[in-house]
Each structure stands twice: as structure tokens, then as C-alpha cells.
């Protein structure tokens, strides 16, 4: 055969492979066709030595076949199982259903409620623990050795002896209307405030003299957290806004 012969046939081969899909090298040489490459399946290696030789045989031209089969893939990609129930590939069907069950690493959002962390920022970084800034105590002078009582503990707020206690819901008015006042002389923010607390039916009204916004701002928050109030209505008077005729 003449190199321009040899050509053609090496084209007409590729070609027609090629218009099926099917892509391996074609060469010819010592009177012999060589099929070389990978196909993904044994239909497509028998389709391509099928098409060598239609066009090899009538010449007298043999046919080697060097094609190699890549291995089979998973006929079912996002199948979890296989057939014999014997376990599958590590591919999960998107659309299926697991009860919204996650790793147990991930359930849920953490909860630090039980744990407000270290007021030690190098543990902080270094455990991976929430930090909790430290917080000056109330005190009040006493008459004892030390001549200071911290007056709420060293908690982080008065509130933390309340923990795991009984419910209040139906706290009786006067009983509210100690604890707010309790709370509010033993927070840091609200302890020199002089507030009046008056509670009807859950309802704690906050009536006296405040210096700024600011503190009124905080002595609502500090009566608003003393379980049992349902609501905090802050009727304080601020002498540097005119016009203010509240408490």
C-alpha cells in the first residue's frame, strides 16, 4: 500500500469511530491494523474492531486489537447500597430522605448556657472556650477583718445563685418587687441608682431620679431579667432632659 492508501484507510477508521463516539489510535503497519487506546465499556471495544475490520478484511489486512476496557463504574452513582445489600460506594442520592439525622457532630447548635467559658483569654484561645470578661464585683463596706462584702458573689451577675431553682411565674408582687430591688442594688451597673419598684399583677414600675439614659436603660434591663416580672415599665425622671415629667 502507497503512504497516501495507508492514510486513507487510517482516516476512514478514525472517523467513522469517531462519529460514534469512540476514540482510540488507529495505525498501520506490516500489512496489520492497530487498534490502541481505553473505552469505557466492551460494547464500544467490540463496536471499534467490528469497524476495523469492515474496512481492514476486504484488503487482507489483519487487525490487532491493543484496547484496553477501563474498569466498570457504579451503574447507579448516587446509589447508597449495592445490589446484594453487601454495602456500596460512599455516594448519597441528594434527594433522599435521612429524618434530617446529621453526623453526631453536628447536631444541633452548641449551647453554652451550662458553661460561660474562662475569663482567661490565653484559655480561651487556646481550649476553644467562649470568653467571659471579668466583671468588678458590688461591694459594701463591712465590719468584719476584710471591711468589704461582695454583695452579689462573684458570679456574672446577681442572678447566678437563681440557677436550677423553682419557677416563678406566679411570684407574688411583693416578692417580685424585693428581687428587682435585690438585683438592682447587687449589679454593678444599677448599685448607687436610688429606684423606687412598685409591682402590680407581674407589671414592675421603676419610678425615681436617674442621672442618664444610660441608666435608666440599665436598671430596666436589670429588673426585666428577675423571674416572675412579665413586663418592666420605666417611669424614671432625668433632670438633664427637659420636659421630663416621669417618676
Known amino acids: 500500500m502507497t503512504d497516501q492508501e495507508t492514510a486513507d484507510l ?35 471495544r467490540q463496536a471499534a474492531l ?28 448516587y446509589s447508597d447500597a449495592s445490589p446484594d445489600g453487601a454495602g456500596g460506594f460512599g455516594y448519597l442520592d441528594p434527594d433522599r430522605d435521612d429524618n434530617l439525622v446529621l453526623d453526631p457532630g453536628f447536631e444541633g447548635d452548641p449551647d453554652f ?5 474562662t475569663t482567661d483569654p490565653m484559655e480561651a484561645a487556646a481550649e476553644a472556650v467562649p470568653y467571659f470578661p471579668p466583671t468588678d464585683p458590688v461591694v459594701r463596706p463591712s ?6 462584702a461582695v454583695v452579689g458573689g462573684f458570679g456574672a451577675t446577681s442572678m447566678d445563685d437563681e ?22 442594688r447587687e449589679d454593678a451597673l444599677t448599685t448607687d441608682l436610688v429606684i423606687r419598684v ?15 439614659i444610660e441608666d435608666a436603660e440599665n436598671a430596666e434591663e436589670v429588673a426585666g431579667r428577675v423571674p416572675g416580672v412579665k ?6 425622671h432625668i433632670p438633664s432632659l427637659r420636659g421630663d415629667r416621669r417618676g
Open 163 to 184: 440557677a436550677g431553682g423553682a419557677s416563678f411565674d406566679d411570684r407574688p408582687d411583693d416578692d417580685i418587687s424585693a428581687a428587682v430591688l435585690r438585683e438592682l
Open 231 to 236: 413586663e418592666v415599665r420605666e417611669e424614671l
Open 50 to 77: 467490528d469497524v476495523a475490520h469492515a474496512v481492514a478484511d476486504p484488503l487482507g489486512l489483519r487487525v490487532d486489537d491493543a484496547i484496553d476496557v477501563l474498569p466498570d463504574s457504579p451503574s447507579e452513582v
Open 198 to 212: 412598685v409591682t402590680r399583677s407581674g407589671v414592675v414600675h421603676l419610678h425615681g431620679e436617674v442621672p442618664t
Open 10 to 44: 487510517v482516516r476512514r477508521i478514525h472517523d467513522t469511530l469517531a462519529e460514534a463516539g469512540i476514540h482510540v489510535a488507529v495505525e498501520v503497519r506490516d500489512g496489520t491494523v492497530y487498534l490502541i487506546g481505553e473505552v469505557d465499556s466492551e460494547d464500544n
Open 113 to 117: 448556657t451550662d458553661d460561660i467559658g
Open 143 to 148: 465590719d468584719d477583718e476584710e471591711e468589704l
